[in-house]
């Protein structure tokens, strides 16, 4: 079915294609990275019945494959949803089939749809929706972060949503290949006639908090705070890989592929 009928994000929706994708994002993610990690004390409690929106900076064009492998760890009881440029759902129209619906890049239009059915989606309280809020991609560690407005306007339009920040980082650590970093911060919901102008600041201070607590752990350089939520591809491989085993073999040790002491992985 093409995302031009007008059929919304629910009724174009496979839970079999999601399925699908989540298997396959989470093997892309464990082959192109060391490991996906969760910093403690992981996801806020969430109060059931009420929808949820997870707002995130845009470090990198994985965010879209993090987002769909952590809706299948961290929610499994919920139906979750993304918005998506409409120009690369016109191009890859299986993208509707998994929960991901078309925006305009333009900022007026694509405000305005993005508000409609995003509204729709989060009148159900069992749903997700996964939004980059920068809007663009930035610097994990660039301030400010300069949210886009629609997310405040969202969350002060929808009745009950739970807007839950999101910190991403993909650094590097002492292996061949990235860490996928993932902070949640404190809830933030909007009182009662608070209007988008007064929740929008509050809401990028709580992902700035978010991000900066971030920052610090991944400046340690330290696993131990985190829990892996995806083990990824350990060691450097190849001929190098090879003399390490050999190494090991000969001085009676048990061959790790790290090169990182026990305590940093």
Same mark, same amino acid.
């Given at each position: 079915m093409s995302p031009r009928s007008n059929a919304g994000p629910e009724a174009l929706r496979s839970e079999v294609a999601v399925r699908f994708f989540m298997r396959v994002m989470r093997r892309q993610l464990a082959g192109n990275f060391r490991a996906v990690r969760l910093a403690r004390p992981g996801l806020p409690e969430l109060p059931e019945g009420r929808p949820v929106m997870i707002y995130a900076n845009h470090p990198s064009w994985w965010d879209p494959a993090l987002f769909i492998a952590l809706q299948g760890a961290l929610f499994p009881g919920r139906i979750g949803f993304g918005p998506i440029d409409g120009a690369m759902l016109e191009r890859y129209p299986f993208m509707a089939r998994i929960g991901l619906f078309g925006v305009a890049q333009d900022s007026r239009r694509g405000a305005a749809e993005f508000l409609r059915q995003a509204r729709g989606i989060v009148a159900k309280?069992?749903?997700?929706?996964?939004?980059?809020?920068?809007g663009r991609f930035a610097d994990p560690r660039a301030r400010p972060l300069a949210l886009r407005p629609g997310a405040a306007h969202l969350v002060a339009r929808a009745p009950g949503l739970i807007a839950v920040p999101m910190a991403i980082e993909y650094p590097f650590w002492s292996e061949k290949k990235p860490e996928a970093l993932v902070r949640f911060g404190a809830p933030v919901e909007a009182a009662p006639g608070e209007r988008p102008a007064a929740l929008a600041p509050r809401m990028e201070a709580a992902l700035t908090e978010?991000?900066?607590?971030?920052?610090?752990?991944?400046? /340690?350089?330290? =696993?131990?705070?985190?829990?892996?939520?995806?083990?990824? /591809?350990?060691?450097?491989?190849?001929?190098?890989?090879?003399?390490?085993?050999?190494?090991? =073999?000969?001085?009676?040790?048990?061959?790790?592929?790290?090169?990182a002491p026990e305590a940093e992985r």
């Open positions: 309280p069992d749903r997700v929706l996964w939004i980059t809020a920068q978010t991000a900066d607590a971030l920052a610090e752990l991944a400046m /340690a350089r330290d =696993a131990a705070p985190f829990e892996t939520l995806i083990g990824g /591809a350990r060691g450097t491989g190849g001929v190098y890989g090879l003399w390490q085993r050999g190494r090991a =073999a000969l001085k009676g040790e048990r061959y790790s592929p790290d090169h």
